[in-house]
C-alpha cells in the first residue's frame, strides 16, 4: 500500500451496475477518489450524485493495515 494510500483511507467507489439477465459474479468496484476524512468522501459523493444522478456511490473505509473488516456507507 503506498503512503498516499495509508493517508487517504476513505474511498468513493462507484457501485456496479446490475443488469437483468447479468451473472452474479462480483466485480471490484472502481475507485473514484480517495480521502483523508469521511465527511470530505460523502460530499464529494453527494456533487458527484447532482452532476451523474444515474450513477450510485459508496463510501468505504479501506484500513491501512488490511486486518479488519472494512465498513461502508451509502452516498
Not at 49 to 65: A, C, E, F, N
Request: net charge positive.
Amino acid at each position: 500500500m503506498t503512503t498516499f494510500n495509508r493517508l487517504h483511507p476513505w474511498c468513493l467507489v462507484r457501485s456496479p451496475d446490475r443488469l437483468e439477465g447479468e451473472s452474479a459474479s462480483p466485480s471490484p468496484a472502481p475507485v473514484v477518489a480517495r480521502f483523508r476524512s469521511c465527511n470530505d468522501a460523502i460530499e464529494h459523493g453527494r456533487v458527484l450524485r447532482r452532476l451523474i444522478p444515474g450513477v450510485r456511490y459508496r463510501v468505504v473505509y479501506d484500513p491501512p493495515d488490511k486486518g479488519g473488516a472494512s465498513a461502508s456507507e451509502q452516498v
